[in-house]
């Protein structure tokens, strides 16, 4: 650098774009959620796993699909000195399926349930309830084609979003089918966009040849009306995977699940079979009577199922969570035998954003009730050893050791509302004693350092 280089005015350095912070009360509200989810999910029996974040790119390449936007246009990906192509996370259940095939989890009680929580990464556009850095609650029930297991992701998922506050919540649920029955299904689509060739996006143009299954995840204004009239996948599900979707739909029927059976409802990732599933809080809107007499259809559902949602309203929302079946992605990772299996990806910033929400705090966070203050350098040499002591008998405190003043340290405390202040000063310090002060009625009390946990603790 040269000198005149060094000498020019700096930067000052931020984040990326859309990637966040989290600090303080936001990280506690994480942590509440995560500890929240982590608790049901163990009650039901899923054990935690926490894969890296940097994985090698061909398992999303191979796993999630070379023409899903993820793998297409969203993926961090970077060349390593060594010469390693990897990526950041965009997802969890392909690491998740790399984990169970590389530690033979074959030989474990099968099916294998498993959790996890934490960052993943995505480069789109940032706008609302779309962040390129974004936290992600998941569960993966692995080596089981049974129905029971969508139904133990889908009510575990539903409970979750309960115990957060979530009320409006929706499924929307479809089944696409499997290798018998899907190739059948998806030559017909294309076969019907063939016909509407000239009038879909660019991107549609492509897919109606290279993945047919896409089309009807395209977002793009222009082909919705072609896509309402697009042939159904549950139309043309062989018996077997007609018998798992009609299983899945009484399982929810039995847990009071209501659901909407969603045609369009393909999912953005390549490996899905089956069971797949989405999972919105909807705030409505008021529409004309005729606009919302075609919705319940539009939506999928038929007017009159007793678990599909009819009102003269429309919903807007975001996907909270979404999942489904992947009994392939095994055999596309290079295993040799397939593991079917299913799971779900829930978006915390989406939880957080919805009308329902209730925040919880982790269980570690106490706000105290207690500011520890110390004056003069015999009692700030002991302080973190009186901090040691309220510790182990879990009292938390607030302090601010690094300050001097009596003043400066009782503003503090009542800047941050806090009930008592412990005051510890040179004579205190010498006499074994700590003074303990009524913040609101400034009433004061001696008391022996050996009794202070005991009476922190009967102090209201
Ligand atoms: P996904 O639908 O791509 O599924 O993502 C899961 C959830 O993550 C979404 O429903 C959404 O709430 C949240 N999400 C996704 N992208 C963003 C973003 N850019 N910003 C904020 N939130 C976002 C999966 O990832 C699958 N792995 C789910 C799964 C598990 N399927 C089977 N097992």
């Excluded at 392909?94 to 984990?99: C, F, G, K, L, V």
């Excluded at 016909?195 to 143009?205: A, I």
């Excluded at 075609?294 to 969570?321: Q, R, W, Y």
Aim: hydrophobic share 35%.
């Amino acid at each position: 650098m040269t000198k005149a280089n060094s000498s020019a005015k700096k930067e000052v350095p931020t984040s990326v774009k859309g990637m966040q912070d989290i600090i303080g009360e936001e990280s506690y509200a994480y942590s509440g959620f995560y500890e929240k989810a982590s608790e049901i999910a163990m009650y039901y029996g899923f054990k935690p796993i926490e894969t890296p974040i940097l994985e090698k790119e061909e398992l999303f390449t191979s796993g999630v699909g070379q023409d899903t936007d993820l793998v297409e246009k969203e993926m961090y990906s970077l060349k390593t000195k060594g010469g390693d192509h990897l990526v950041m996370r965009p997802e969890g259940t392909a690491p998740i399926m790399r984990a169970y095939i590389e530690h033979g989890m074959q030989s474990w009680t099968q099916p294998v349930m498993l959790y996890y929580k934490g960052p993943f990464f995505r480069h789109e556009n940032p706008q609302k309830g779309r962040t390129r850095q974004f936290q992600s609650f998941g569960l993966e029930i692995l080596g089981t084609p049974k129905a029971i297991a969508d139904a133990t992701v889908i009510h575990t998922t539903m409970i979750i979003l309960k115990e957060a506050g979530l009320q409006n919540l929706v499924l929307n649920i479809n089944s696409i089918g499997d290798r018998e029955c899907r190739p059948k299904y998806v030559k017909e689509l294309a076969n019907y966009y063939k016909k509407h060739l000239s009038e879909l996006c660019v991107d549609c143009k492509r897919r109606v040849k290279e993945n047919p299954l896409r089309l009807l995840d395209c977002k793009n204004p222009k082909c919705q009306v072609i896509k309402e009239g697009a042939p159904s996948s549950v139309t043309h599900l062989c018996d077997e995977c007609r018998s798992h979707f009609k299983e899945v739909l009484e399982y929810l029927e039995a847990l009071n699940i209501p659901y909407r059976i969603n045609n369009n409802l393909v999912r953005g990732l390549d490996y899905y079979s089956r069971t797949v599933f989405e999972i919105t809080e909807e705030t409505y809107e008021d529409v004309p009577a005729m606009e919302a007499e075609e919705k319940p259809e539009a939506k999928g559902g038929k007017k009159g199922d007793k678990n599909v949602k009819e009102s003269e309203i429309v919903a807007v929302s975001l996907a909270l969570g979404g999942g489904g079946r992947y009994d392939y992605l095994a055999k596309n990772l290079g295993s040799k035998k397939d593991i079917p299996a299913i799971g779900v990806g829930l978006g915390v910033e989406r939880i957080f954003m919805t009308q329902g929400y209730k925040r919880m705090d982790p269980r570690i966070i106490k706000h105290p009730k207690v500011y520890f203050i110390q004056l003069g350098t015999h009692a700030k040499m002991r302080s973190l050893n009186i901090i040691e002591i309220l510790r182990n008998a879990r009292i938390p405190i607030a302090q601010s050791l690094a300050k001097d003043s009596l003043g400066s340290q009782l503003s503090a405390a009542e800047k941050n509302k806090i009930p008592y202040a412990i005051i510890f000063g040179e004579k205190e310090a010498i006499d074994d004693t700590v003074i303990v002060r009524d913040m609101n009625t400034r009433s004061q009390e001696t008391v022996k350092i050996t009794e202070l946990a005991k009476y922190v603790k009967t102090i209201k």
